[in-house]
């Protein structure tokens, strides 16, 4: 499985921005798809994730603000940022897992948020 994330960008603080992510190499997405980010200095963290049966779940810093969305029909992991904070600045990395449950086996490139203040 090949992932690919696109949509990252320059934003000022309280927009929004949504980025892409496109599973490609087989029929189906991964069972379980997730967003993380990393900021620079620091360690790379959980953002959202979403499961094949559309059952999602937010770290804390996300809820009410981001929405995590799939399209099975484009493979295609959506993850909608609004009201966006200069602390969102990282590089947001898509991931899947055939697994229902531990560690991603399949991470994107990685795409560039800047929130400016």
């Known amino acids: 499985v090949q992932l690919q994330a696109f949509g990252g960008g320059l934003v000022q603080a309280g927009g929004s921005l949504r980025l892409s992510c496109t599973a490609s190499g087989r029929d189906s997405m991964p069972y379980r798809m997730a967003w993380f980010r990393q900021a620079p200095g620091k360690e790379r963290e959980f953002v959202s994730t979403?499961?094949?049966?559309?059952?999602?779940g937010y770290a804390d810093s996300a809820k009410g603000r981001f929405t995590i969305l799939r399209d099975r029909a484009r493979n295609t992991v959506y993850l909608q940022m609004n009201s966006l904070k200069h602390e969102d600045t990282a590089v947001y990395y898509c991931?899947?897992?055939?697994?229902?449950?531990?560690?991603?086996?399949?991470w994107g490139q990685g795409t560039l948020v800047t929130v400016s203040s």
């Open positions: 979403i499961r094949r049966s559309g059952s999602a």
């Open positions: 991931a899947g897992s055939i697994t229902v449950s531990g560690q991603y086996e399949y």
